[in-house]
């Protein structure tokens, strides 16, 4: 079975400090890891993402997020919040072993993350 | 370049009607996904279609029918409508590789109530 846990509903920060949304997943073979941001009557876009390699992944917008196999945890980080980055982030994992089908995603909750002025 | 784009954006059914929800990309995308949202739950996969002329079944697929009418357009159906199908509904699609190119392009949805 896989699935994603995102154990904060909600992540409030002040513009200007760091920023992390946690994210935990449970796949039984490798996992290729996703970051998704929805914004207000939106569709969800894509962040980044990690399939192999370097544990740190680079996205859009000055994300990034750490692949820790061990405490198979994808959290999401930026150096400095923005008012623009308050939004909906979804975590999502694919299975990729054999059988995986291509798209078929598992999400997470979603985290609501407000940076305040 | 429009991407995915999705019809209706918003509708209000009384339950047991039946309404179509239309999906079409220009991105010469050959899969392409139903999915819906609910608060608190995330994003679950209701039905999807791999390739032209093939359907799948997600994780929640009971209530809806899909219909892969060519390369560019997947439409979902719900057949009599029940209060439990207020969701909004997203539409995606993505390019036939994995790995680097990986992701999904999303429409921006369909916000659906059921009375």
């Known amino acids: 079975a896989q699935s994603v846990a995102q154990p904060e509903d909600q992540v409030n920060v002040a513009e200007g400090n760091p920023l992390t949304v946690k994210c935990t997943y449970s796949?039984?073979?490798?996992?290729?890891l996703f970051w998704y941001v929805q914004y207000p009557n939106r569709g969800l876009q894509f962040l980044l993402k990690?399939?192999?390699?370097?544990?740190l992944v680079k996205g859009s917008y000055g994300f990034e997020a750490e692949f820790n196999k061990s405490q198979t945890s994808f959290h999401l980080k930026k150096p400095s919040a923005l008012v623009s980055d308050s939004a909906l982030y979804f975590c999502a994992v694919r299975d990729i072993s054999r059988g995986s089908t291509l798209g078929r995603l598992y999400f997470g909750r979603g985290t609501q993350l407000t940076v305040w002025p | 370049n429009a991407g995915v784009t999705q019809t209706p954006k918003f509708q209000v059914l009384k339950t047991g009607q039946s309404m179509t929800l239309q999906c079409a990309q220009d991105m010469n995308h050959n899969s392409m996904y139903w999915y819906r949202q609910d608060p608190g739950m995330g994003l679950r996969l209701i039905y999807y279609?791999?390739?032209?002329?093939?359907?799948d079944k997600g994780e929640v697929p009971n209530g809806y029918n899909v219909s892969r009418l060519n390369k560019r357009e997947f439409s979902l159906r719900l057949e009599s409508a029940a209060p439990s199908q207020t969701s909004v509904y997203f539409c995606?699609?993505?390019?036939?590789?994995?790995?680097?190119?990986?992701?999904?392009?999303f429409g921006s949805g369909t916000q659906l109530s059921v009375l």
């Open positions: 990690y399939i192999t390699g370097d544990n």
């Open positions: 796949v039984s073979g490798n996992p290729y």
């Open positions: 995606a699609s993505t390019p036939p590789v994995w790995g680097p190119n990986e992701k999904l392009f």
């Open positions: 279609s791999a390739s032209e002329g093939t359907t």
